[in-house]
């Protein structure tokens, strides 16, 4: 039998299933148009490969630049906006290299009495790196008491898969996503690392007694869940915490954490290698903690955001997943916090968006992934 005779069979079932997933998302963005009348607004441009946004408590904006720049946009009297021309001093050196760079900033919930803001980057260089996590007091000037409160280890090489999406927990300590690096897989699973984990600290970087893994032999004490292949997005509901992360070509997983549950990555996944190879068997195994939903072929979910806003009525309970390869935004209504059916929203925009975030006057805010980024903002379409 000929070379030909046995590779245009899987051609043609390729072609088919990139046309009934083409199919499947125009379905899917005709439902989200529907389902709100919306206007998107730009807010701010120009902004290198914005990462993160966070609110501060008097109306501004914080946005991280990967490059490693905070920036701060002012409301105007007006209710307008304005992005301050010069970064924030006093932020602290970052590893700016591939998917290294300045992550996720968040906001203290005390902000009004700290002045507490958190920032996660690369740190390190191309052949020894970390996450590391600070908090800082935000002043006038810029950044003040920049202290270091998390550092995983050990010192990795390369540039990617670092995670960096923070969220707090009910209980006030701070839970952090961390890649597995994209060197040794099964690092995920071994307990005397933090590659492939989320870890849990409290708010000066201490380890919370009720660690799953404190006082085990080898096992780093930070350590909140394991089987994670590069998280992209985390946040808070109510008790719940829910976390995505990017499968390799197929495979991006929606997960519940839980203390001390493994989710799988290598020995379990959806997903392929690049190459088209099987990186396991398995899509479950008993003992690993199967996602909520999965997203095959890959979306590449970036920011994540619960809302439960007043603006738009028809999306509350539901998760916004920002998209990278779909260029889209994701809703999944979270009915009992179980996924429901999803629609694709503001494919419209033919961009990558890096982050999702609801706003504190009920409009959903966006961010580019560019070199000229904007900062955009969802509101009805009937909006003043």
Known sequence: MSFANVWFPFLRVAQLRRRVAAAVLGLLCAAGAAAADYRIDTVAEGLEFPWALAFLPDGRLLVTERPGRLRVIEREADGGFALRAAPVAGVPAVFASGQAGLFDVLVDPAFAQTGRIYLSFAHGTAR????????????????????????????KTHAQHFGGRMAWRADGTLVVGMGDGNLERTDALRLHTHLGKHLRIDRDGGIPADNPFVGRAGARPEIFSIGHRNPQGLVRVGDALYAHEHGAKGGDELNRLAPGANYGWPITTD?????????????????????LTHWTPSIAPAGMAFYDGALFPAWRGSLFVAALVERSVRRVPMPGGAPGPQEVLFAELGER??????????????????????????????AD
């Open 128 to 155: 020894a790196n970390h996450l590391r996590v600070v908090h800082a007091r935000l002043g006038a000037s810029g950044l003040e008491t920049v202290t270091p409160i998390l550092t995983t280890q050990p010192a």
């Open 271 to 291: 997903g392929v290698d690049y190459t088209g190879a099987r990186v396991t068997p398995y899509t479950r195994w008993p003992g690993v903690t199967a996602p």
């Open 353 to 382: 968006i890096r982050d999702v975030r609801s706003g504190p006057d009920g409009a959903l805010y966006l961010l580019t992934d560019s070199a000229q980024g904007r900062v955009l903002r969802v509101v009805p379409a009937a």
